[in-house]
């Protein structure tokens, strides 16, 4: 948990220029766009059954309820920001392990399609439609948000995850590949260059979140994978260009990140913020990139 302070106090230290907002409280309305009733009531007044909790990981307690629903109002306050601005983040989020009814793997509530869904009714009350891809680079499959949106063709899901990893029953997404453990950083790049060309074939999004776990570094304790600082960084780059060029509006989640040192995956995830906050400025610039 004490990542996120890190990041947080970094980002205010390395990157005084960018503005940071208190996350508002997801609504009940804005979370049963996807969860079930009975869930979102269990989590806000802790009737949740206890086999939930213990697949979530985290004990139920009122500032847990609180932290779960400001997490999610954060991932859709910054979509809305991304569809004004160019990109919006989240300095928690992607909680990809959550299903309708139930968490997992220490998601309480899937931020990711909330937000998604939540955006997608605005513009269909304003006439129009949504279309919107999850690129998920958590190491981690997103099995909660593969089964939500399974049959439904406005949100397509690319998944770019362990094949051996958690979560060992893995939700068939709109695209999924699973990488061998010890993929190091030209395999797992060549590999995220297909996917992208793929989702392109496949889905005009016109807005993107994306999942930019620090989990495949290979530092980290759960991740499995070999990636180094560099090419943690190339496939942020990667991602923030591919929807540079395209001008799709981008979210960016954090997602996991367990390193054996959490001052490394406190840096992972820095860096991929600076990423940001420059695309940002290429974005208000009206720059692209020739992909
Ligand atoms: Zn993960």
């Known amino acids: ?6 990041l947080r106090d970094a980002l205010v230290a390395q990157l005084p220029d960018i503005q940071l907002l208190q996350a508002p409280r997801a609504t009940d309305a804005e979370l049963l766009r996807v969860h079930t009733p009975d869930y979102v009531r269990g989590i806000a007044d802790g009737s949740v059954p206890a086999a ?13 309820a609180e932290r779960a629903r400001r997490s999610v109002g954060a991932t859709v306050a910054a979509a809305r920001s991304a569809l004004r601005q160019g990109i919006g983040a ?26 998604a869904r939540t955006l997608q009714a605005q513009r269909q009350r304003e006439g129009g439609a949504l279309q919107v891809a999850v690129i998920d680079l958590d190491v981690h499959q997103g099995n909660g948000t593969a089964r939500i949106f399974q049959g439904d063709a406005s949100v397509f899901t690319l998944s770019l995850h362990g094949e051996k990893n958690f979560p060992f029953r893995k939700e068939a997404g709109d695209l999924d590949v ?9 395999d797992y790049l060549a590999a995220l260059d297909g996917a992208l060309r793929a989702l392109e074939a496949r889905c005009a999004p016109q807005l993107a979140f994306y999942l930019a776990g620090a989990d495949p570094f290979e530092g980290d304790r759960l991740g499995r994978l070999k990636l180094s600082y560099a090419g943690m960084q190339a496939r942020d780059q990667r991602v923030l260009d591919w929807c540079l060029a395209r001008r799709i509006p981008l979210v960016l989640l954090m997602a996991g990140g367990y390193g054996v040192q959490i001052e490394e995956t406190v840096r992972v995830q820095l860096n991929t913020y600076q990423s940001a906050f420059a695309h940002w400025q290429q974005w208000q610039e009206g720059k692209s990139v020739g992909i």
Do not use: Q
């Open 1 to 6: 948990m004490a990542k996120y302070a890190m």
């Open 90 to 115: 989240n300095l928690a989020g992607g909680t990809h392990h959550a299903y309708a009814d139930k968490g997992g793997g220490f998601c309480v509530f899937n931020d990711v399609a909330v937000a």
């Open 178 to 186: 699973g990488l061998p453990d010890g993929t190091g950083d030209a």
């Open 52 to 64: 939930v909790l213990r697949e979530i990981g985290f004990p139920w307690s009122e500032a847990m």
